[in-house]
């Protein structure tokens, strides 16, 4: 089993920055990659970035060239850095890790961007 905390949320003025964290716990070695989704009042679970052991990274096009996910393996953490942030950015932040045949997820963090 694998175990994710999310942090790093909080309230931030448009074009303002945040970073958030993801440890994992437990089996990580069973992890071959990690990446962030958010979710919207009223809208589906979107994704944001995935980045895997060997470091690739893969964005959505809606944040590609504002986030940056990297991860720190000593730390099993992963950090989604977001920049330029607009207020379509409010949303709860999610950590997945995709675990053998199922998927871990965390609890998520709320970031609020007022405009």
């Known amino acids: 089993q694998v175990h994710l905390v999310e942090s790093g949320g909080g309230l931030v003025q448009a074009g303002g920055s945040l970073r958030l964290s993801c440890a994992a716990s437990?089996?990580?070695?069973?992890?071959?990659?990690m990446g962030w989704y958010r979710q919207a009042p009223g809208k589906e679970r979107e994704f944001l970035a995935l980045i895997r052991n060997n470091g690739m990274a893969n964005y959505a096009d809606s944040v590609k060239g504002r986030f940056t996910i990297s991860r720190d393996n000593a730390k099993n953490t992963v950090y989604l850095q977001m920049n330029n942030l607009k207020p379509e950015d409010t949303a709860i932040y999610y950590c997945?890790?995709?675990?053998?045949?199922?998927?871990?997820w965390g609890q998520g963090t709320q970031v609020t961007v007022s405009s």
């Open positions: 437990g089996d990580t070695i069973g992890i071959p990659a």
């Open positions: 997945n890790a995709p675990y053998y045949t199922s998927e871990c």
